[in-house]
C-alpha cells in the first residue's frame, strides 16, 4: 500500500497541510469536525487473536459486526473499492471498503481521506484473496482530520534528532519503538511485584530539597518563592529513604525521577529514572545477591529468557555473576599495574595520567585508584560483573570494610561495559559520617561542583540510630536499555532532554 494519495511523490509538506486545511474547513462547514460519539468494541489486536488461525471459509460464518478505531497509516483506492491500514494500540488491520456497502457518498468521502486521518469502521471479519484477515466495513467515520502527513511510507522516520524530537511521529510510524516502552512499563511493574512481594513497602520522597545529597553530582538549583529560599531538584532520594529506615520502616524502595546537571551523551541524560531499595539487617553481600536475581528474574519475565543479544554480543544472565575487588579487576585489565603499590599516592598519579585519568592536587589514592579504573576497566566489563570494595575516599555513605577501613562494603554492578546498579552497606555511625560530611564539604569549597553538602538533618537522623542496613540503587533507563537492544539512553526515554533546535 502506498502513504500519501496512492504513491504520487510526496508533495511540499506545507502545500500538504494547506489542502489538508482546506479539507477541515469544509467539515467544519458541515457541523462537527471533531466527533466524538463513535465507541469502539474491540481493538486490532483483539481481532488477530480471537480469528488468526480460522481460514477463509469459516470466516464466511460470521456476521458479528465489530467497531474498530484508530488512524489509518495506508490507503489503496481502487475504482469502487479500496484497503486501508488501521493502527490502534493493539496493532494493526486491514480495512475492505466498498461502494456499495457504505453508499456512494460515504464512499466518496472516504477517497478523500488521507493517510494519517482517524476513523472508526464498523463491519465483520474475512480473509481476503491473498489470505489476510481484514474488516469489510459496513460504516467508516472520520473522527479526526490529520493536518501533517505522516512520513513516507519506505522511507519512514529514520532521523534520530527528529525521532527524539517528535516522538509521537516516532511511535505512529517505527513499531518496534512501542514494543520498547512496552517493555520498559513491564520492567518498572515487574520490579514492583518483586520487591512487593519480598516485604518492601513503596514510598514517596521530596523531589525539591533543601540540601542535594545522596550522590556525589551537580544539581540542579530553583528558587522557592514562598520561602524565599533555593531549592534543588534532587540527585538521589537515598538520605530521605535511610531517614524512613531510622523511622522503622525496615524495607523500602522508591521508583522515581533524579535530577544532575551534567552532560549529555548516550549514557546520559539530566533526569532519569531510579530505583533504590534498603532493607535493615543485611549487608552489601545480601544486597549483592538480591540485584542478582532481581535482574535475571526480570530478563526472564520481559523477554522470555536470561539469554540476550545486546549490539551485537551475546550475553548469558543464567550464570553466576562474576565478582572482583576493584583491585582484582584492574590487575587484570592491566597487566602492568603493581598491586602493591595501591595505597602509593605518587605511583598512582603517576599510572592514572598515563591512562588518561583526571588528576588533581585533592585527589588521595583511593581517589585515582577509581580515576585508573574508570579509565582502563569500566567500559570492559561486558558480561555482568560485581565490583566490591570501593575506596572509601569515593564512597562518603558506605561503611568501611572492618578489615580494611581504607575501602568500603560496595559494589557497582556492570553489564555491557555499563554501571547498572551501585550499593552498599550503609554507613550508620553518625560520626563517621558527620567526619566524611565535613571532608566532603571541605572539597566542595576547594572547587569540587560534584562534592556532597554537610547534611545536619541527617545526622541528627543517624544520632537516634540506623539499624546496619543494606541500600541499592538501580538505573532504570540503562537496564532497559540492555534488555531492549538499544544503544542510546534517549532511545528508551519518551522525552529525551535535548538541545534548542536550530
Do not use: C
Not at 552497606?425 to 562534592?451: C, T, W
Request: a negative charge; proline letters at 4%.
Amino acid at each position: 500500500m502506498s502513504a500519501e494519495h496512492d504513491g504520487a511523490p510526496q508533495q511540499d509538506e506545507n502545500h500538504v497541510i494547506a489542502a489538508r486545511r482546506e479539507k477541515l474547513a469544509r467539515l467544519r462547514s458541515g457541523g462537527n469536525a471533531y466527533p466524538n460519539t463513535f465507541r469502539r468494541d474491540t481493538l486490532a489486536g483483539h481481532l488477530h487473536g480471537f480469528f488468526g488461525a480460522r481460514d477463509a471459509v469459516s470466516l464466511e460464518q460470521e456476521t458479528q459486526v465489530f467497531a474498530v478505531a484508530g488512524r489509518m497509516i495506508a490507503k489503496r483506492v481502487m475504482g469502487k473499492a479500496s484497503f486501508g491500514q488501521l493502527q490502534d494500540m493493539s496493532g494493526r488491520i486491514q480495512i475492505f471498503v466498498q461502494q456499495n456497502a457504505i453508499g456512494a457518498e460515504a464512499y466518496e468521502a472516504f477517497k478523500h481521506y488521507d493517510v494519517g486521518d482517524i476513523l472508526g469502521v464498523r463491519g465483520t471479519v474475512f480473509r481476503t484473496k491473498t489470505g489476510e484477515l481484514s474488516l469489510k466495513a459496513q460504516t467508516v467515520e472520520l473522527l479526526v482530520k490529520a493536518l501533517r502527513p505522516l512520513p513516507e511510507k519506505w522511507a519512514g522516520l529514520t532521523d534520530t534528532e527528529i525521532r527524539y524530537r517528535q516522538r509521537y511521529v516516532d511511535l505512529i510510524v517505527n513499531p518496534e519503538v512501542k514494543r520498547t516502552f512496552e517493555k520498559r512499563a513491564q520492567t518498572v511493574r515487574f520490579i514492583r511485584h518483586f520487591l512487593d512481594a519480598l516485604g518492601f513497602i513503596e514510598v514517596e520522597t521530596p523531589m525539591l530539597q533543601p540540601i542535594p545529597g545522596g550522590a556525589t553530582a551537580r544539581p540542579f538549583v530553583t528558587h522557592h518563592n514562598a520561602l524565599g529560599r533555593d531549592l534543588y531538584l534532587r540527585i538521589a532520594p537515598e538520605l530521605y529513604l535511610k531517614r524512613l529506615v531510622v523511622g522503622g520502616f525496615e524495607k523500602v524502595y522508591e521508583i522515581n525521577r533524579n535530577f544532575r546537571n551534567e552532560g549529555l551523551s548516550t549514557r546520559h541524560n539530566p533526569e532519569f529514572t531510579m530505583l533504590e531499595f534498603y532493607q535493615a539487617y543485611a549487608d552489601y553481600r545480601d544486597a549483592m545477591d538480591l540485584v542478582e536475581t532481581l535482574i535475571r528474574d526480570l530478563a526472564l519475565s520481559v523477554n522470555g529468557t536470561g539469554k540476550l543479544r545486546y549490539q551485537g554480543r551475546d550475553y548469558d544472565l543464567e550464570q553466576p555473576f562474576r565478582r572482583w575487588t576493584m583491585r582484582e579487576a584492574i590487575a587484570h585489565h592491566n597487566a602492568d599495574f603493581d598491586l602493591a603499590k595501591t595505597g602509593d599516592r605518587e605511583y598512582l598519579a603517576h599510572y592514572a595520567k598515563k591512562v588518561g585519568g583526571d588528576v588533581k592536587p585533592a585527589y588521595g589514592a583511593g581517589k585515582l585508584l577509581t580515576e585508573i579504573f574508570e579509565k582502563t576497566v569500566e567500559a570492559r566489563l561486558l558480561d555482568p560483573t560485581f565490583i566490591t570494595e570501593y575506596p572509601t575516599e569515593v564512597s562518603p555513605l558506605a561503611r568501611r570494610n572492618d578489615a580494611n577501613p581504607e575501602v568500603t562494603d560496595r559494589f557497582e554492578f556492570f553489564v555491557g561495559g555499563r554501571e547498572v546498579a551501585n550499593g552498599f552497606s550503609e554507613l550508620n555511625d553518625a560520626d563517621d559520617q558527620a567526619a566524611r560530611f565535613r571532608a566532603q564539604a571541605a572539597a566542595k569549597d576547594a572547587g569540587d561542583d560534584e562534592a556532597m553538602v554537610y547534611d545536619a538533618d541527617y545526622i541528627r537522623a543517624l544520632e537516634y540510630g540506623l539499624p546496619p542496613t543494606a541500600g541499592v540503587g538501580i538505573g532504570i533507563d540503562r537496564l532497559v536499555m540492555f534488555l531492549t537492544d538499544s544503544p542510546s539512553i534517549r532511545d528508551v526515554l519518551l522525552f529525551p532532554s535535548m538541545r534548542p533546535e536550530a
